[in-house]
């Protein structure tokens, strides 16, 4: 896993029964990087679940996409306790860290636009979710510290879809899916400008200019 200061900063880590379900994890012998696996199935599954919302009008459907999200962000927080604070870490864990986030939202993104009859706003929103990490860890490789600002970071991004997709479960007339996954594309499309100006600025400054 990501050493101590490159990882997200999260109020919830600190939480009592989030730190004793992670000893209870790490006690059964459940790996950070099995961890990190495990938020993709759930995220499939959610994927899933927004895909057949859309064909088959279930409302229900959208609610367990919901719940899909909720327990993939759960085990991208779990797989850092249990590496960090349990002292599980391995080499490979910085690769599971990041590639299964990538993953997760892709799927998520690109289902819920499927569902809601808006693919192309679940491309474009996949594409600007990939994007701003991709520029947090130009930062970091280009000597910066790493940047998690916002202000749709992944945090945000799936906030914003839980709440779209527990809505529409209510079946309400508007298209709210379509319009958390245009507010999710603009607001990280801004994300993604606000972190390359920061670059930018970061290397001037170290470059004394």
């Known amino acids: 896993m990501a050493s101590e ?4 900063p999260i109020r919830a880590r600190s ?4 730190q004793s379900l992670a000893r209870g994890l790490g006690a059964a012998g459940l790996t950070p990087n099995a961890i990190s696996t495990l938020g993709i199935v759930f995220a499939a599954g ?37 590496a960090v604070e349990g002292g599980q ?19 998520l993104l690109l289902a819920a636009g499927y569902g809601a009859g808006a693919p192309a706003w679940g491309v474009a929103a996949t594409l600007f979710a990939l994007f701003a990490p991709y520029l947090r860890a130009t930062g970091v490789a280009l000597g910066q510290d790493e940047d998690f600002v916002g202000p ?14 527990i ?12 319009v958390a996954l245009i ?9 993604c400008l606000i972190r390359l100006q920061r670059i930018a600025r970061g290397l001037r400054r170290g470059a004394g200019a």
């Open 152 to 165: 749709m970071a992944k945090q945000h991004r799936m906030f914003t879809l839980t709440l779209a997709a």
């Open 89 to 107: 870490g391995s080499p490979t864990g910085p690769l599971f860290n990041e590639v299964p986030d990538r993953v997760e939202d892709a799927l």
């Open 15 to 18: 939480a009592g029964w989030i």
């Open 167 to 178: 809505l529409a479960g209510f079946e309400l007339e508007f298209a709210v899916v379509e």
């Open 46 to 82: 959610g994927a899933a679940a927004f895909y057949f919302a859309g064909a088959q009008d279930g409302a229900w459907l959208w609610w367990l996409g919901a719940l899909g999200i909720q327990l993939r962000l759960m085990c991208n927080l779990l797989d850092g306790l249990v």
């Open 183 to 191: 507010v999710i594309t603009v607001g990280t499309a801004l994300t």
């Open 5 to 8: 200061p490159s990882r997200r």
